[in-house]
Nanobody, 122 residues
Framework: QVQLVESGGGLVQPGRSLRLACAAS????????MGWYRQAPGKQRELVAT???????NYGGSVKGRFTISGDFAKNMVSLQMNSLKPEDTAVYYC????????????????WGEGTLVTVSS
């Protein structure tokens, strides 16, 4: 069984920074990529950032230049440094991982955490 646990969410004022972390556990053979997605009330879940095992990153347009994703795949972890936060960044942030798991077929949708709430408000 694979489990992803996010941490670091909370209430923060606009312009401030916040760092999220996600730890994956289970019988993980390898990690292709890990990333973050978010979902605000009434909106679809959207890409925040992803990082591959080769270190390539991809960011959603609304967070480019403000957020930085980093991975420590040897520890099955990924982090998201969020700077210059805006009220529109308010959402539940979900950790996602594309994994190769022992005893399981490749699962394209990946594995998901329960989410951590980030609220940006003054």
């Amino acid at each position: 069984q694979v489990q992803l646990v996010e941490s670091g969410g909370g209430l923060v004022q606009p312009g401030r920074s916040l760092r999220l972390a996600c730890a994956a556990s289970g019988n993980i053979i390898s990690i292709n990529s890990m990333g973050w997605y978010r979902q605000a009330p009434g909106k679809q879940r959207e890409l925040v950032a992803t990082i591959t095992s080769g270190g390539f990153t991809n960011y959603g347009g609304s967070v480019k230049g403000r957020f930085t994703i980093s991975g420590d795949f040897a520890k099955n972890m990924v982090s998201l440094q969020m700077n210059s936060l805006k009220p529109e960044d308010t959402a539940v942030y979900y950790c996602n991982a594309d994994l190769t798991v022992s005893g399981s077929r490749w699962y394209p949708p990946g594995y998901w955490g329960e989410g951590t709430l980030v609220t940006v408000s003054s």
